[in-house]
């Protein structure tokens, strides 16, 4: 069993820009595939940012391209989401989820482990 927890949410200014943290206990993390994905109000849930176990490979949606970065540090279990140039469209409930089994997956669905989510916030 993987327990993420998600913090660093807030509400914030169009322009601005949030740090999540995602902090894993329970298992070794390294081996999982870590992936940030969100779900605003009356929409599905969906792909924000993936990176492998390593860290060296990432993928991001093209709705956050250039403006959010994947990072993890497996020393201290924990994944972020820098996200800079905040707009309106980004606010929604974010959530950490840990993949066993498959790396920078962008489905929902390969990942089995999920955090209760962060809400961010960003006024126009």
């Known amino acids: 069993q993987v327990q993420l927890v998600e913090s660093g949410g807030g509400l914030v200014q169009a322009g601005g820009s949030l740090r999540l943290s995602c902090a894993a206990s329970?298992?070794?993390?390294?081996?999982?595939?870590m992936g940030w994905f969100r779900q605003a109000p009356g929409k599905s849930r969906e792909f924000v940012a993936a990176?492998?176990?390593?860290?060296?490979?990432?993928n991001y949606a093209d709705s956050v391209k250039g403006r959010f970065t994947i990072s993890r540090d497996n020393a201290k279990n924990t994944v972020y989401l820098q996200m800079n140039s905040l707009k309106p469209d980004d606010t929604a409930v974010y959530y950490c989820?840990?993949?066993?089994?498959?790396?920078?997956?962008?489905?929902?669905?390969?990942?089995?482990?999920w955090g209760q989510g962060t809400q961010v916030t960003v006024s126009s």
């Open positions: 329970g298992r070794t993390f390294s081996p999982y595939g």
């Open positions: 989820a840990a993949s066993s089994y498959y790396s920078n997956s962008v489905s929902p669905s390969q990942y089995n482990y």
């Open positions: 990176i492998s176990w390593s860290g060296g490979r990432t």
